[in-house]
């Protein structure tokens, strides 16, 4: 069983700053990517951003590219999600998600590229 645990959610103003944590553990697997989604009310779940395991590269979604970092502590198989300028549109419960195949950088947009899920943690940004 592989255990997926997201911490660091909470309320803050717009503008402010918040910093996610992913932690994932549990059973042996490898982890090619680790993604992070969101998820408002009403909404469909999206693409936040992710980063691949080896290498680092990041992938973002196009409405938080420069307010958001993704990195990763390979080590603690942990991933953090650092947003800053936070806005109102990004009230949401964020998940972190770990993919154990690999597959073209594309295709960790998607949510059928990850195989775990964690339970997620609620963002909300005040306006």
């Known amino acids: 069983q592989v255990q997926v645990v997201e911490s660091g959610g909470g309320l803050v103003q717009a503008g402010g700053s918040l910093r996610l944590s992913c932690a994932a553990s549990?059973?042996?697997?490898?982890?090619?990517?680790m993604g992070w989604f969101r998820q408002a009310p009403g909404e469909e779940r999206e693409f936040v951003g992710a980063?691949?395991?080896?290498?680092?590269?990041?992938y973002y979604q196009s409405s938080v590219k420069g307010r958001f970092t993704i990195s990763r502590d390979n080590a603690k198989n942990t991933v953090y999600l650092q947003m800053n300028s936070l806005k109102p549109e990004d009230t949401a419960v964020y998940y972190c998600?770990?993919?154990?195949?690999?597959?073209?950088?594309?295709?960790?947009?998607?949510?059928?590229?990850?195989?775990?899920w964690g339970q997620g943690t609620q963002v909300t940004v005040s306006s």
């Open positions: 980063i691949a395991w080896s290498g680092g590269r990041t």
């Open positions: 998600a770990v993919a154990s195949t690999y597959y073209s950088a594309a295709y960790y947009q998607r949510k059928l590229a990850y195989d775990y």
């Open positions: 549990g059973r042996t697997f490898s982890t090619y990517a």
